[in-house]
């Protein structure tokens, strides 16, 4: 399983940002999806996190802010987090997983993307 992802960069606070996460290869085992974020000197946490036939779930920071999707085609499937009204706070590398089962500690990720949000 091979996650590629995109769509970081600058914004000003307020503004908003798509990044997308194509994921590719034996995709018929990977259950859970998610995005987590690092910021600088803090732990990688996870904000929203999909499991298949269940609800999204999302960290309370960015409920009401962020959301995520998905699409399906015929070589994999791509996840989307959809990110507004951005806030300094939302700075950091954003990486999105997945795994068969769970997403404390997921087998699968993708080499991150950098969001900055300049106030």
């Known amino acids: 399983v091979q996650l590629q992802a995109s769509g970081g960069g600058l914004v000003q606070t307020g503004g908003s940002l798509r990044l997308s996460c194509v994921v590719s290869g034996s995709i018929f085992s990977i259950r859970i999806m998610g995005w987590y974020r690092q910021a600088p000197g803090q732990p990688r946490e996870l904000v929203a996190g999909?499991?298949?036939?269940?609800?999204?779930?999302?960290a309370d920071s960015v409920k009401g802010r962020f959301t995520m999707s998905m699409s399906r085609d015929n070589d994999g499937r791509t996840m989307y987090l959809q990110m507004n009204d951005l806030k300094p706070e939302d700075t950091a590398v954003y990486y999105c997983?997945?795994?068969?089962?769970?997403?404390?500690?997921?087998?699968?990720w993708g080499q991150g993307t950098l969001v900055t949000v300049s106030s």
């Open positions: 997983a997945a795994d068969p089962t769970q997403l404390v500690t997921p087998a699968y």
């Open positions: 999909f499991t298949r036939g269940a609800v999204t779930k999302y």
